[in-house]
């Protein structure tokens, strides 16, 4: 108990942690999570014409509008794709775009021949300029020639409105073909497995809206909802910046180390309390923080049971693990080094993961995911839908952090018996 | 005889300086700004991309070897714990800081420079504009580190800086005004002049801060 006091002492007396929860604080205030007050839940009433909107794999909607979409961009050879999260413009060269025309004349029934002749390819065209109103400007030998748009094109008849799958293509089988379509675009477009259902928008009704409601008000207890929207923001920011309080105090101990290393203690028992200080370091901020958030909401919702300990489940149960696996990280590849080189590879990964977060944004969850994501108030199904692969995946991450702690105590403790001493010399030198 | 023999030796050593120094301080850093480099194009789309997807890998991930490259300038004093050491040396150690900065600005800009004509020659929309908004954006980012190393000596918080700011780039950063660092990917080509002229500001006022801080 009393390493661990010392330890502790040494984590929140640091200068990186009063820089950790001062950045905690930023990020969640800019991002408005600290204050709930102007976000009441309230019950949907009857006979209103919107009620928002939602996704559903529908394929009679989805089929259409998606090879709407996929000959639109065909024509034009301008596709917008996220492969990790990031915009990306895909201009296909002219191989793919045959292969392109490939699959949009197997699904509809137009041939590849006159779908070759409606494509503006910029790569063989580099004379031409289209304007998206349908004119087109282009260099010849003794001047340049402006061409009108037909006259139905004008009138906003597009010929691509009509487009429409082949009767016999069964839903199967139109996605295999919008797989392969996506792989000529290199993933992350519209075409791909997961995105496909962004086709599929319907209208929320009345009764669909109310059982939103009743979700939250009977699973969440309404502050539920507010803290795993707080733990969502929280999560990722705690995911980057524990990695700094790992560093920081194996770092510490650089100068001291052969004092340290004579001392009659375990290095487990030195790793041990060192890792749980960090973790307490880190978790007595969010868990303030995450009730701050909380209480702004509970007045709002006195006339109903609410969830007091939400905040807290919230804080152990999601971001915790994300915590302890980035001061994990810190804490091990510090000592193996005794370098930083933590730094670089926890931002890698953290930056990475973030950004194939976004195309799941609203609550769609992996086993691998490291700063989970569901940035929305409410959306109670998908999260109780998915609270199986969510417990797998937070037990995935404790599991590989007590597996990093085991590693840095067995490095700490050969580096102790002089058996290692990793990097040297790229350690910095004055000159 | 152009130059005495006094300024031979001193040029003589400040070549030897600069070679010391990048082989025992800088070599390291280097490496791992060439691995970023060689990684983009696994993370990021680098072929037929229009003006604006091109920014992307440029601002989000080439520029973070400005962190890399410029904020661990001042580590081998921090590292070696005997201040004084330093006023016995031949050269004053502001000269020192300079060597670096130079050496590491220009292989910054070089890399930059070679990444950007990487994508040129894979058919990208790229013009000097993105070779400049992208060294604003990574010599801002490096400076920010440098000069929070010249004011507290540790290697973790340093880098924390710069991250922040990133970080707080991402969440909604146009917030920031001038001081946006993804300006281009957002379709804004214009403005990196402040991220510019700021970055060098906080690198001079960093040796300066060093300089005094030591005597």
Same mark, same amino acid.
């Given at each position: 108990?009393?390493?661990?006091?010392?330890?502790?002492?040494?984590?929140?007396?640091?200068?990186?942690?009063?820089?950790?929860?001062?950045?905690?604080?930023?990020?969640?205030?800019?991002?408005?999570?600290?204050?709930?007050?102007?976000?009441?839940?309230?019950?949907?009433?009857?006979?209103?014409?919107?009620?928002? *909107?939602?996704?559903?794999?529908?394929?009679?909607? %989805?089929?259409?509008?998606?090879?709407?979409?996929?000959?639109?961009?065909?024509?034009?050879?301008?596709?917008?794709?996220?492969? %990790?999260?990031?915009?990306?413009?895909?201009?296909?060269?002219?191989?793919?775009?045959?292969?392109?025309?490939?699959?949009?004349?197997?699904?509809?029934?137009?041939?590849?021949?006159?779908?070759?002749?409606?494509?503006?390819?910029?790569? @063989?065209?580099?004379?031409?300029?289209?304007?998206?109103?349908?004119?087109? $400007?282009?260099? *010849? =030998?003794?001047? /340049?020639?402006?061409?009108?748009?037909?006259?139905?094109?004008?009138?906003?008849?597009?010929?691509?409105?009509?487009?429409?799958?082949?009767?016999?293509?069964? /839903?199967?089988?139109?996605?295999?073909?919008?797989?392969?379509?996506?792989?000529?675009?290199?993933?992350?477009?519209?075409?791909?497995?997961?995105?496909?259902?962004?086709?599929?928008?319907? !209208?929320?009704?009345?009764?669909?809206?109310?059982?939103?409601?009743? $979700?939250?008000? @009977?699973?969440?207890?309404?502050?539920?909802?507010?803290?795993?929207?707080?733990?969502?923001?929280?999560?990722?920011?705690?995911?980057?910046?524990?990695?700094?309080?790992?560093?920081?105090?194996?770092?510490?101990?650089?100068?001291?180390?052969?004092?340290?290393?004579?001392?009659?203690?375990?290095?487990?028992?030195?790793?041990?309390?060192?890792?749980?200080?960090?973790?307490?370091?880190?978790?007595?901020?969010?868990?303030?923080?995450?009730?701050?958030?909380?209480?702004?909401?509970?007045?709002?919702?006195?006339?109903?049971?609410?969830?007091?300990? #939400?905040?807290?489940?919230?804080?152990?149960?999601?971001?915790?693990?994300? #915590?302890?696996?980035?001061?994990?990280?810190?804490?091990?590849?510090?000592?193996?080094?005794?370098?930083?080189? #933590?730094?670089?590879?926890?931002?890698?990964?953290?930056?990475?993961?973030?950004?194939?977060?976004?195309?799941?944004?609203?609550?769609?969850?992996?086993?691998?995911?490291?700063?989970?994501?569901?940035?929305?108030?409410?959306?109670?199904?998908?999260?109780?839908?998915?609270?199986?692969?969510?417990?797998?995946?937070?037990?995935?991450?404790?599991?590989?952090?007590?597996?990093?702690?085991?590693?840095?105590?067995?490095? /700490?403790?050969?580096?102790?018996?002089?058996?290692?001493?990793?990097?040297?010399?790229?350690?910095? +030198?004055?000159? | 005889?152009?130059?005495?023999?006094?300024?031979?030796?001193?040029?003589? +050593?400040?070549?030897?300086? @600069?070679?010391?120094?990048?082989?025992?301080?800088?070599?390291?850093?280097?490496?791992?700004?060439?691995?970023?480099?060689?990684?983009? !194009?696994?993370?990021?789309?680098?072929?037929?991309?229009?003006?604006? #997807?091109?920014?992307?890998?440029?601002?989000?991930?080439?520029?973070?070897?400005?962190?890399?490259?410029?904020?661990?300038?001042?580590?081998?004093?921090?590292?070696?714990? *005997?201040?004084?050491?330093?006023?016995?040396?031949?050269?004053?150690?502001?000269?020192?800081?300079? %060597?670096?900065?130079?050496?590491?600005?220009?292989?910054?800009?070089?890399?930059?420079?070679?990444?950007?004509?990487?994508?040129?020659?894979?058919?990208?929309?790229?013009?000097?504009?993105?070779?400049?908004?992208?060294?604003?954006?990574?010599?801002?980012?490096?400076?920010?580190?440098?000069? @929070?190393?010249?004011?507290?000596?540790?290697?973790?918080?340093?880098?924390?800086? !710069?991250?922040?700011?990133?970080?707080?780039?991402?969440?909604?950063?146009?917030? $920031?005004?001038?001081?946006?660092?993804? =300006?281009?990917?957002?379709?804004?080509?214009?403005?990196?002049?402040? $991220?510019?002229?700021?970055?060098?500001?906080?690198?001079?006022?960093?040796?300066?801060?060093?300089?005094?801080?030591?005597?």
């Amino acid at each position: 108990m009393t390493l661990f006091l010392k330890e502790f002492k040494k984590v929140i007396f640091s200068f990186t942690f009063l820089i950790f929860v001062i950045t905690l604080f930023v990020m969640l205030n800019s991002q408005e999570v600290l204050n709930f007050t102007d976000q009441k839940i309230d019950i949907p009433q009857p006979g209103k014409t919107d009620y928002g *909107t939602k996704y559903e794999e529908i394929p009679d909607i %989805i089929m259409p509008e998606a090879i709407k979409s996929l000959y639109r961009d065909f024509t034009v050879n301008s596709y917008i794709t996220y492969p %990790i999260g990031f915009y990306k413009n895909i201009i296909l060269s002219k191989d793919k775009i045959e292969q392109m025309a490939d699959i949009i004349s197997y699904l509809t029934d137009i041939s590849k021949e006159d779908l070759l002749k409606r494509v503006y390819d910029e790569n @063989t065209s580099d004379e031409l300029i289209n304007f998206e109103n349908g004119t087109s $400007l282009e260099k *010849t =030998g003794t001047g /340049y020639v402006l061409t009108a748009p037909p006259a139905e094109r004008q009138a906003g008849k597009e010929e691509e409105l009509t487009i429409s799958v082949k009767k016999d293509i069964t /839903y199967e089988e139109f996605k295999k073909y919008m797989q392969k379509a996506d792989k000529i675009l290199g993933g992350g477009s519209d075409y791909s497995d997961s995105n496909l259902i962004s086709f599929g928008k319907v !209208p929320i009704n009345y009764e669909e809206a109310l059982k939103n409601y009743n $979700l939250i008000k @009977t699973e969440d207890r309404f502050t539920g909802a507010y803290a795993r929207l707080f733990s969502d923001y929280a999560c990722i920011v705690i995911s980057l910046m524990s990695v700094f309080l790992g560093i920081s105090v194996s770092l510490k101990d650089k100068n001291i180390k052969e004092i340290i290393f004579t001392k009659n203690i375990s290095s487990f028992q030195l790793m041990l309390s060192r890792y749980l200080a960090v973790i307490t370091a880190i978790m007595i901020p969010v868990i303030i923080f995450s009730y701050i958030s909380n209480i702004s909401v509970w007045g709002m919702y006195k006339e109903f049971k609410i969830d007091y300990l #939400a905040p807290l489940a919230y804080s152990i149960g999601w971001i915790m693990p994300s #915590a302890m696996i980035s001061s994990a990280v810190g804490l091990f590849f510090t000592e193996l080094t005794g370098t930083p080189i #933590a730094i670089v590879i926890q931002v890698f990964w953290w930056f990475v993961d973030l950004n194939m977060g976004l195309s799941v944004i609203k609550g769609g969850y992996s086993p691998f995911t490291l700063s989970l994501r569901h940035n929305s108030l409410g959306n109670t199904e998908i999260f109780n839908n998915n609270f199986s692969v969510i417990v797998t995946n937070r037990l995935i991450f404790v599991e590989i952090s007590l597996i990093l702690f085991i590693m840095t105590v067995l490095v /700490y403790s050969y580096k102790r018996k002089g058996k290692i001493n990793v990097f040297k010399k790229f350690r910095n +030198k004055q000159i | 005889m152009f130059l005495k023999n006094s300024e031979i030796n001193r040029f003589k +050593k400040t070549l030897l300086l @600069t070679e010391k120094n990048i082989k025992y301080n800088f070599l390291k850093y280097f490496i791992l700004s060439l691995i970023i480099i060689l990684i983009t !194009p696994v993370i990021f789309g680098t072929q037929n991309l229009d003006s604006r #997807a091109s920014a992307i890998p440029l601002e989000f991930f080439i520029a973070l070897t400005g962190i890399i490259l410029i904020t661990p300038l001042f580590f081998p004093e921090n590292d070696a714990g *005997t201040d004084e050491l330093i006023t016995s040396k031949y050269f004053e150690n502001s000269f020192v800081y300079t %060597i670096r900065i130079i050496y590491a600005v220009l292989t910054l800009f070089l890399l930059i420079l070679f990444f950007v004509f990487y994508l040129k020659l894979n058919n990208c929309t790229v013009n000097f504009y993105h070779i400049y908004g992208t060294f604003s954006s990574a010599l801002f980012l490096g400076s920010l580190g440098l000069i @929070t190393s010249a004011l507290i000596k540790n290697n973790a918080v340093p880098y924390m800086i !710069p991250l922040i700011y990133f970080m707080l780039n991402f969440s909604g950063g146009s917030k $920031l005004g001038k001081f946006y660092i993804f =300006g281009m990917s957002s379709g804004i080509f214009e403005g990196k002049i402040f $991220l510019l002229v700021s970055g060098f500001v906080l690198i001079i006022s960093a040796v300066l801060i060093k300089k005094y801080s030591e005597k």
